[in-house]
Nanobody, 119 residues
Framework: QVQLVESGGGLVKPGTSLRLSCACLGSGSIFSSNTMDWYRQAPGKERELVASITTGGSLNYADSVKGRFTISRDNAKNTVYLQMNSLRPEDTAVYYC???????????WGPGTQVTVSS
């Protein structure tokens, strides 16, 4: 059974940083063979892609987080990270870890972790 488990969310002030982690449990091959993504969903808004990292290390970011957020992966730990710097109130959302298994043709989502940026 594959599980994605996020951690690292919290309440922070504008301009500060957080690092989110997502551990892929139950299948190291799904993690190592597929692109890993971070999505977020703010209240009243649709879920949006924040950042992606391919198996080869290619990166993709939403325009709203470019230059502030950094996605990375540790294949030895089956973990993907999202380093978030210079946080803004508009970054407030539930952040979700996601992977699409091309072999299983199936999406996996974590339960989400709340990030609140407020003074």
């Amino acid at each position: 059974q594959v599980q994605l488990v996020e951690s690292g969310g919290g309440l922070v002030k504008p301009g500060t940083s957080l690092r989110l982690s997502c551990a892929c449990l139950g299948s190291g091959s799904i993690f190592s063979s597929n692109t890993m993504d971070w999505y977020r969903q703010a209240p009243g808004k649709e879920r949006e892609l924040v950042a992606s990292i391919t198996t080869g290390g290619s990166l993709n970011y939403a325009d709203s987080v470019k230059g502030r957020f950094t996605i990375s992966r540790d294949n030895a730990k089956n973990t993907v990270y999202l380093q978030m710097n210079s946080l803004r109130p508009e970054d407030t959302a539930v952040y979700y870890c996601h992977v699409f298994s091309r072999f299983q043709i199936r999406h996996y989502w974590g339960p989400g972790t709340q990030v609140t940026v407020s003074s």
